[in-house]
């Protein structure tokens, strides 16, 4: 029976871990003792560099600088007492900060201890030169982010700080690990591990002086993968200068490919500040700074939401061409009013959308029911993520009638669908997803998704990342519509008309959408140019906007872009 | 409980002690509460490893063979569970949420796959006298049991958890040679095995490949995993014949020692109770295993006899891969010393399989 040889294959294996152990700890004993006590081998780490982050053109829109830090490697403490008293002499730290600072930082007699951080050059080079004498000083040089544009593109970037635990419990098999700096929100956060330098380190042993003696191993640092973004600075300033102070967001986006050109958001925040953090300017940030208003929040699209309704009852044969509704400034559904922002008189659908007729649409709702208009909006894939290549977006939300039953316990009314039809309610867009449902219209019938990554380690990113669907709704209603987002521009009366006498030809749809009291959200979005378009905007103002003010930072966000010589835009 | 078992009993609680007081003696000068209740929370792992050896000790092991089929399946949803919540999240995972407790599948894996093969190579139809399984050719001896094992055996490595899953496919060549298969098939298992580590390589992480490869030679990484070994060989010499004594280690106390109280508390106890130390505790696990065989070639029922055998082996082998990655004999896979490390699915699990052990032995006579 072979249960037997078992037996003494163990016999055989616990003689080896016996043997093994009486070698190391009884015969190799005192040498190990030996350097345990005196602990010999100094590690020196060495910092590599974090990946760059470049926009489309190749300029640099996240980069590195080098700082300094002054180590002192543990010795005698009378030496070291001198040495710290020097340190603090150039530094101009006084004496007991120093040695304080280098009693929390110990850790062990052969790891350095930090006692001063991004020392700038000049005082680097005077201790460096002190080394010979202090030989326990050890100068070292480590890349730190630098963001020459503040808070530019700062949510599409994101942020570096120290790993939360939430983080390290999900990244601790990649060898991550306790006090590691990594990314926070958008490039920095999803891309982390090709950004991610690796520590490198030098291995040395020492005498008991602390004298070198010579190098027992070495591993270079390696410097992060440089990753390449599909914004365009000059649009991106253009948009985020737009915005101002207000609560928005812009995005801008090629029609055909998906490539964000431009992602906005406001309020933001200066990336800097936590790198160096002891000015209190983190606490001092706007609650919702860090909110990547672009794809990270939904909102109520208000009326560019009618053109779900539109493409529904135009594809279901609800309505035509020439269905026209006359619109006395109000309309009763169930027990209630509702109400138009004016007064139209008879609109066919051409004029409804130029207009923003509410009542237009209400009829058409109705008639074409809420469920249709749920499935027209996932057609279009609204209430679903983009998938755009950036953390924390989130779904936005479409209703419909076994929603509202199984989560709210409450039947759909059919006040309930002219609200949606109009884009209130409980719809939700993120601009991303506003822009990407303005793409089906420019180019003709895609879908596109939307991404912000070129380019990662020289390694070309394009080819992966557009990705584009049809939308199945027949050409000719796609076509039609197109052309009457055209009007909502050219016709004089139409609600984006300010943006008729842009030297480009523009076409969109705005939307005021009512949140709270006197509070409403202003979206405009639109493609340009008309006949060949080459981009497409989303201009979103939170709660303090309407579609016309939106109208108004796109006009000038174009005509800035249409003066820019770096930009083409035909 | 009488002989044998109370053996079993006593010794497994006196390493699960002292491993708790190894834990104790690694953490307690690290700051923060986290560290402060690790060894608070191995006691409560211990104790309810203590009811779960209770119940098995007292669960007829033959229903087992029953459920085999169940538990695999359910193991193997397990880790297609932590594979699949692994990608959602962008991150590995080797662990569950349940609740306040982790589970970490790829440890309950190890006995569950034992099961599986000592009652895969023990079934025998009504009408038979003796075992089939020296009569079954390629495909039934090694080919279908192969499969079975290495679907979970891939998931394992994928989360990524090398040591689990080498030591799993380990116990599948263990539990060939034993069941009584010809051995040419394990001769062309082992080749085959062999012949498969290239192509596994490609797959490894480059953290992984970097711990075998350090394995070679320690100074090619000198931060991560070279130094680990090093500073663990450290540890381990200067505890010399009789140790630093009790909290007293240095290499282990001084942050030297990463992992000092799961793969490496062996080096934190050897650091501190030295060669004698050492001793006992090699002694102790030596009688532990050495219960388990006896028991197994006590036994009649060959279900019975290869699973006491396995899960024996089990246990040895963890210990001596264990120890010998903490001498730098072996490279750093992640393998628990069993009883010692600290993480709750690791305990409950050893004292799962030697409750299983000790029923086993009480059903000797029934057959």
């Given at each position: 029976?072979?249960?037997?040889?078992?037996?003494?294959?163990?016999?055989?294996?616990?003689?080896?871990?016996?043997?093994?152990?009486f070698?190391?700890?009884v015969?190799?004993?005192?040498?190990?003792?030996?350097?345990?006590?005196?602990?010999?081998?100094?590690?020196?780490?060495?910092?590599?560099?974090?990946?760059?982050?470049?926009?489309?053109?190749?300029?640099?829109?996240?980069?590195?600088?080098?700082?300094?830090?002054?180590m002192?490697?543990?010795?005698?403490?009378?030496?070291?007492?001198?040495?710290?008293?020097?340190?603090?002499?150039?530094?101009?730290?006084?004496?007991?900060?120093?040695?304080?600072?280098?009693?929390?930082?110990?850790?062990?007699?052969?790891?350095?201890?930090?006692?001063?951080s991004?020392?700038?050059?000049?005082?680097?080079?005077?201790?460096?030169?002190?080394?010979?004498?202090?030989?326990?000083?050890?100068?070292?040089?480590?890349?730190?982010?630098?963001?020459?544009?503040?808070?530019?593109?700062?949510?599409?970037?994101?942020?570096?700080?120290?790993?939360?635990?939430?983080?390290?419990?999900?990244?601790?098999?990649?060898?991550?690990?306790?006090?590691?700096?990594?990314?926070?929100?958008?490039?920095?956060?999803?891309?982390?591990?090709?950004?991610?330098?690796?520590?490198?380190?030098?291995?040395?042993?020492?005498?008991?002086?602390?004298?070198?003696?010579?190098?027992?191993?070495?591993?270079?640092?390696?410097?992060?993968?440089?990753?390449?973004?599909?914004?365009?600075?000059?649009?991106?300033?253009?948009?985020?200068?737009?915005i101002?102070?207000?609560?928005?967001?812009?995005?801008?986006?090629?029609?055909?490919?998906?490539?964000?050109?431009?992602?906005?958001?406001?309020?933001?925040?200066?990336?800097?500040?936590?790198?160096?953090?002891?000015?209190?300017?983190?606490?001092?940030?706007?609650?919702?700074?860090?909110?990547?208003?672009?794809?990270?929040?939904?909102?109520?699209?208000?009326?560019?939401?009618?053109?779900?309704?539109?493409?529904?009852?135009?594809?279901?044969?609800?309505?035509?061409?020439?269905?026209?509704?006359?619109?006395?400034?109000?309309?009763?559904?169930?027990?209630?009013?509702?109400?138009?922002?004016?007064?139209?008189?008879?609109?066919?659908?051409?004029?409804a959308?130029?207009h923003?007729c509410?009542?237009?649409?209400?009829?058409?709702?109705?008639?074409?029911?809420p469920?249709?208009?749920?499935?027209?909006?996932?057609?279009?894939?609204?209430?679903?993520?983009?998938?755009?290549?950036?953390?924390?977006?989130?779904?936005?939300?479409?209703?419909?009638?076994?929603?509202?039953?199984?989560?709210?316990?409450?039947n759909?009314?059919?006040?309930?669908?002219a609200?949606?039809?109009?884009?209130?309610?409980?719809?939700?867009?993120?601009?991303?997803?506003?822009v990407?449902?303005?793409?089906?219209?420019?180019?003709?019938?895609?879908?596109?998704?939307?991404?912000?990554?070129?380019?990662?380690?020289?390694?070309?990113?394009?080819?992966?990342?557009?990705?584009?669907?049809?939308?199945?709704?027949?050409?000719?209603?796609i076509?039609?519509?197109?052309?009457?987002?055209?009007?909502?521009?050219?016709?004089?009366?139409?609600?984006?008309?300010?943006?008729?006498?842009?030297?480009?030809?523009?076409?969109g749809?705005?939307?005021?959408?009512?949140?709270?009291?006197?509070?409403?959200?202003?979206?405009?979005?639109?493609?340009?140019?008309?006949?060949?378009?080459?981009?497409?905007?989303?201009?979103?103002?939170?709660?303090?906007?309407?579609?016309?003010?939106?109208?108004?930072?796109?006009?000038?966000?174009?005509?800035?872009?249409?003066?820019?010589?770096?930009?083409?835009?035909? | 409980?009488?002989?044998?078992?109370?053996?079993?009993?006593?010794?497994?609680?006196?390493?699960?002690?002292?491993?708790?007081?190894?834990?104790?003696?690694?953490?307690?000068?690290?700051?923060?509460?986290?560290?402060?209740?690790?060894?608070?929370?191995?006691?409560?792992?211990?104790?309810l490893?203590?009811?779960?050896?209770?119940?098995?000790?007292?669960f007829?092991?033959?229903?087992?063979?029953?459920?085999?089929?169940?538990?695999?399946?359910?193991?193997?949803?397990?880790?297609?569970?932590?594979?699949?919540?692994?990608?959602?999240?962008?991150?590995?995972?080797?662990?569950?949420?349940?609740?306040?407790?982790?589970?970490?599948?790829?440890?309950?894996?190890?006995?569950?796959?034992?099961?599986?093969?000592?009652?895969?190579?023990?079934?025998?139809?009504?009408?038979?006298?003796?075992?089939?399984?020296?009569r079954?050719g390629?495909?039934?001896?090694?080919?279908?049991?192969?499969?079975?094992i290495?679907?979970?055996?891939?998931?394992?490595?994928?989360?990524?958890?090398?040591?689990?899953?080498?030591?799993?496919?380990?116990?599948?060549?263990?539990?060939?040679?034993?069941?009584?298969?010809?051995?040419?098939?394990?001769v062309?298992?082992?080749?085959?095995?062999?012949?498969?580590?290239?192509?596994?390589?490609?797959?490894?992480r480059?953290?992984q490949?970097?711990?075998?490869?350090?394995?070679?030679?320690?100074?090619?990484?000198?931060?991560?995993?070279?130094?680990?070994?090093?500073?663990?060989?450290?540890?381990?010499?200067?505890?010399?014949?009789?140790?630093?004594?009790?909290?007293?280690?240095?290499?282990?106390?001084?942050?030297?020692?990463?992992?000092?109280?799961?793969?490496?508390?062996?080096?934190?106890?050897?650091?501190?109770?030295?060669?004698?130390?050492?001793?006992?505790?090699?002694?102790?696990?030596?009688?532990?295993?050495?219960?388990?065989?006896?028991?197994?070639?006590?036994?009649?029922?060959?279900?019975?006899?290869?699973?006491?055998?396995?899960?024996?082996?089990?246990l040895?082998?963890?210990?001596?891969?264990?120890?010998?990655?903490?001498?730098?004999?072996?490279?750093?896979?992640?393998?628990?010393?069993?009883?010692?490390?600290?993480?709750?699915?690791?305990?409950?699990?050893?004292?799962?399989?030697?409750?299983?052990?000790?029923?086993?032995?009480?059903?000797?006579?029934?057959?």
């Amino acid at each position: 029976m072979r249960v037997h040889i078992i037996g003494s294959v163990i016999i055989v294996a616990f003689s080896i871990l016996f043997l093994s152990i009486f070698n190391l700890q009884v015969i190799k004993g005192d040498n190990y003792k030996d350097q345990s006590d005196k602990n010999c081998i100094r590690l020196l780490p060495q910092a590599g560099a974090r990946g760059n982050i470049l926009d489309r053109n190749g300029n640099i829109i996240v980069g590195n600088y080098l700082s300094y830090d002054v180590m002192i490697m543990p010795q005698d403490k009378k030496v070291i007492d001198k040495t710290l008293e020097k340190v603090g002499e150039v530094l101009g730290i006084n004496i007991a900060e120093i040695k304080s600072r280098f009693k929390k930082g110990y850790l062990a007699p052969f790891i350095p201890v930090m006692v001063a951080s991004n020392v700038d050059s000049k005082k680097a080079v005077v201790l460096g030169e002190l080394k010979t004498d202090y030989s326990s000083i050890i100068i070292q040089a480590h890349p730190l982010r630098y963001y020459p544009y503040g808070k530019l593109a700062c949510h599409v970037v994101g942020y570096l700080n120290e790993i939360d635990h939430w983080r390290l419990t999900k990244l601790e098999d990649y060898g991550y690990k306790t006090k590691d700096i990594v990314g926070f929100g958008g490039v920095e956060e999803k891309y982390d591990y090709y950004l991610r330098e690796d520590e490198g380190a030098l291995s040395i042993e020492v005498d008991h002086r602390g004298r070198f003696i010579r190098i027992l191993g070495f591993k270079p640092p390696k410097d992060g993968k440089d990753i390449q973004l599909t914004l365009d600075l000059e649009i991106q300033k253009i948009a985020e200068d737009a915005i101002g102070d207000r609560k928005a967001s812009v995005v801008i986006m090629d029609p055909f490919s998906g490539e964000i050109l431009a992602m906005a958001s406001n309020p933001g925040f200066n990336p800097a500040i936590f790198i160096n953090k002891k000015n209190n300017s983190i606490a001092a940030l706007d609650n919702s700074a860090l909110i990547n208003r672009s794809i990270s929040a939904g909102f109520a699209p208000g009326s560019i939401f009618k053109l779900v309704g539109a493409s529904a009852g135009l594809e279901t044969n609800k309505i035509n061409l020439a269905t026209t509704y006359t619109c006395t400034g109000s309309m009763r559904v169930g027990n209630r009013d509702f109400k138009c922002w004016d007064t139209h008189g008879d609109e066919n659908l051409a004029q409804a959308i130029a207009h923003s007729c509410d009542v237009y649409f209400y009829r058409t709702g109705l008639l074409l029911g809420p469920q249709a208009i749920h499935d027209y909006a996932q057609k279009f894939s609204l209430g679903k993520v983009t998938g755009i290549d950036l953390p924390y977006e989130v779904n936005g939300f479409v209703p419909e009638p076994l929603w509202k039953r199984i989560k709210l316990f409450q039947n759909w009314y059919n006040g309930d669908t002219a609200n949606f039809v109009i884009g209130q309610g409980y719809t939700l867009l993120t601009p991303v997803q506003a822009v990407r449902f303005m793409a089906v219209f420019a180019n003709k019938g895609d879908l596109v998704t939307p991404f912000i990554i070129r380019n990662i380690g020289g390694k070309d990113m394009l080819k992966s990342r557009i990705k584009i669907t049809k939308v199945h709704i027949k050409d000719r209603v796609i076509n039609y519509l197109r052309q009457d987002l055209r009007g909502v521009v050219n016709d004089p009366t139409g609600t984006a008309n300010i943006l008729a006498n842009l030297p480009v030809s523009v076409a969109g749809k705005t939307g005021t959408a009512e949140v709270g009291r006197n509070q409403t959200h202003g979206w405009f979005v639109g493609f340009f140019p008309f006949e060949k378009p080459k981009y497409v905007i989303c201009v979103f103002l939170e709660s303090s906007g309407s579609g016309h003010s939106a109208s108004a930072v796109a006009k000038q966000i174009i005509g800035a872009m249409s003066q820019n010589n770096s930009i083409n835009l035909n | 409980m009488r002989g044998n078992n109370l053996t079993i009993l006593i010794v497994a609680v006196l390493i699960a002690v002292i491993g708790v007081m190894s834990i104790y003696s690694s953490n307690y000068q690290k700051e923060g509460l986290l560290w402060q209740t690790i060894f608070q929370r191995q006691i409560l792992w211990i104790g309810l490893g203590l009811l779960l050896f209770f119940y098995m000790s007292n669960f007829n092991y033959r229903r087992l063979w029953d459920i085999t089929y169940i538990v695999y399946g359910v193991i193997t949803f397990l880790l297609f569970l932590v594979f699949v919540l692994g990608i959602v999240r962008l991150g590995a995972q080797r662990w569950l949420r349940l609740g306040w407790f982790n589970l970490q599948p790829s440890e309950v894996a190890k006995l569950i796959m034992v099961i599986f093969l000592a009652r895969y190579f023990s079934s025998k139809s009504s009408s038979e006298v003796s075992l089939p399984v020296s009569r079954y050719g390629i495909f039934r001896g090694l080919i279908l049991p192969f499969i079975f094992i290495a679907f979970p055996v891939g998931l394992i490595i994928e989360q990524p958890d090398l040591g689990s899953g080498l030591l799993v496919m380990f116990m599948f060549i263990i539990m060939v040679f034993l069941s009584g298969v010809r051995l040419r098939y394990l001769v062309i298992l082992t080749v085959f095995v062999g012949l498969c580590f290239p192509v596994v390589w490609n797959y490894l992480r480059d953290y992984q490949k970097d711990r075998l490869l350090v394995f070679l030679n320690p100074n090619v990484d000198p931060l991560g995993a070279g130094y680990t070994v090093i500073q663990s060989k450290i540890a381990i010499g200067s505890g010399q014949l009789f140790g630093k004594g009790w909290l007293l280690g240095t290499q282990s106390q001084l942050h030297f020692l990463p992992e000092s109280h799961t793969d490496f508390i062996f080096a934190t106890f050897a650091e501190e109770w030295g060669f004698v130390g050492c001793v006992i505790l090699l002694a102790l696990y030596y009688i532990l295993i050495r219960q388990g065989i006896k028991i197994a070639s006590k036994t009649g029922d060959y279900f019975g006899k290869l699973l006491a055998c396995g899960i024996s082996l089990m246990l040895g082998i963890q210990v001596f891969i264990n120890i010998c990655m903490n001498m730098g004999l072996a490279p750093v896979v992640g393998v628990p010393l069993p009883l010692m490390s600290y993480g709750g699915s690791s305990i409950m699990t050893t004292f799962v399989a030697l409750g299983i052990l000790v029923n086993i032995n009480k059903k000797r006579a029934v057959f």
